[in-house]
C-alpha cells in the first residue's frame, strides 16, 4: 500500500495477516497518490505533486522515474498525475488528472509515445481521469472522475464508448472477468460514503456492488483473490468478501 506523510515510508508491504513485511521510499515523494503491480511484480507509485511515477523493483530497488509535464500550477498540492496501468505488450499508460486531463502512453523504457484527451465533457473528453486499466483485448477503461463515468478507448486512443451515469469514479481494477469500480454520489462533496460497483466491461451493465459506509473510504481498489476486495479506508484498509 502506499500513504502519506513525513514520518514513515510511503510504501508499505504487509502479508495477508497485516504484518509489515517491509517498507521504503522516504524523500522519493511529494503527494503519494496511487500504487499498481505490473506483470512482473515490480511496483509502480504515483506522485500526484510532483507528477511522476517511479517504477520500484518488488524489494524496493528504484528501476525507472517516469516525469510527466508540464505540471500546472492548480492551487493545491494535487496537480498532478493520478493512476498507471500496462498494457499486454508492455507499454505505460498514465491518467493526468490534476490540473491537466488526458492519457499518456510511454515505452517500457520512459519513452513518451503519444497523448490524448482535454477537458470538457463531451466523449474523449475528461473532467479528472482518476484511474485507468487495460484489459487482455487492449481496451482501455479511464475512470473520469468528475463526470461520473468510466470511458472506453483503444490502445491508440480511439474512443469506444461510454459507462454513465454512475457515481464520482476514484479507482478501477480489472479482473476475473469483471470490472470493479469505487465511487460515491456526485451530488455530494467527494469522500463521501459511497459504493463498490461490479461491472461487466463490455456491456457496462451493474452485475454487483456493496456499500462503502464511512468517509474517506474507496479511494483506491484492489482484489486479493477473486472473491476477496481490499479498499483504502482513511488510515487503513477495508477487506470485502464475496464468498
Not at 507509485?45 to 518488488?58: M, Q
Not at 499518456?104 to 503519444?114: C, I
Request: charged share 20%; aromatic share 8%; glycine share 12%.
Amino acid at each position: 500500500m502506499i500513504q502519506r506523510g513525513t514520518k514513515a515510508d510511503p510504501i508499505l508491504v504487509f502479508d495477508k495477516r497485516g504484518n509489515l513485511l517491509r517498507s521504503w521510499g522516504a524523500g522519493d515523494f511529494t503527494l503519494p497518490h496511487s500504487l499498481r503491480l505490473d506483470a512482473k511484480g515490480n511496483v509502480w507509485a504515483v506522485d500526484a505533486g510532483s507528477s511522476r511515477v517511479i517504477e520500484y523493483s518488488p524489494v524496493g530497488e528504484k528501476l525507472l522515474t517516469i516525469s510527466v509535464e508540464p505540471v500546472p500550477d492548480t492551487g493545491s498540492p494535487f496537480r498532478g498525475i493520478t493512476d498507471v496501468a500496462f498494457a499486454p505488450a508492455g507499454n505505460v499508460y498514465i491518467t493526468d488528472g490534476y490540473g491537466n486531463a488526458r492519457v499518456l502512453e510511454y515505452s517500457a523504457n520512459g519513452k513518451k509515445l503519444r497523448e490524448w484527451g482535454h477537458a470538457g465533457t463531451a466523449s474523449a473528453e475528461f473532467h479528472l481521469p482518476h484511474a485507468i486499466q487495460i484489459a487482455s483485448n487492449g481496451v482501455v477503461y479511464v475512470a473520469d472522475r468528475e463526470n461520473g463515468r468510466i470511458e472506453k478507448f483503444d490502445l491508440n486512443g480511439k474512443f469506444l464508448g461510454t459507462i454513465d451515469q454512475l457515481g464520482r469514479c476514484y479507482s478501477l481494477v480489472l479482473a476475473h472477468g469483471a470490472l470493479w469500480a469505487s465511487m460515491s454520489p456526485m451530488g455530494q462533496d467527494p469522500g463521501s460514503p459511497g459504493w463498490l460497483v461490479k461491472l461487466d466491461p463490455k456491456s457496462g451493465k451493474i452485475i454487483g456492488h456493496v456499500n462503502v459506509p464511512d468517509q474517506r473510504q474507496g479511494h483506491a481498489i484492489d482484489l486479493l483473490s477473486p472473491t476477496d476486495i481490499v479498499v483504502t479506508a482513511s488510515q487503513g484498509l477495508l477487506l470485502f468478501s464475496q464468498r
